[in-house]
């Protein structure tokens, strides 16, 4: 069974910092789009940063300077690195698992991450 589970979230002044990690199990993680996505009670999912299998990166505007995406295959783990908080990034993260020609997605429980003084 495909587990991804995530550490890291938590509550954070703003500016401050945090790094989120990911880790995967039973899945070949080396082959796999590894993403991380934010949700607000009153928005819909948005993905924040993805890592390729050969490392190439794409972030959302929101957060491109802030957060760093990083994946070690030989841990299964991603992180996300993040710096310079705003209370706009307050949100339940997810980290995901995708293999798009063959249709499979898999999502982590998600963990809180709070920006306030």
Known sequence: ???LVESGGGLVQPGGSLRLSCAA???LFCVY???WYRQT????RE????ISPINTTDYADAVKGRFTIVRDNAKNTVYLEMNNLKSEDTAVYY???KRTLLRQSYWGQGTQVTISS
């Open 1 to 3: 069974q495909v587990e």
């Open 41 to 44: 009670p009153d928005e819909q």
């Open 25 to 27: 199990s039973s899945i």
């Open 33 to 35: 789009d590894m993403g």
């Open 47 to 50: 993905l924040v940063a993805v």
């Open 95 to 97: 980290c995901n698992a």
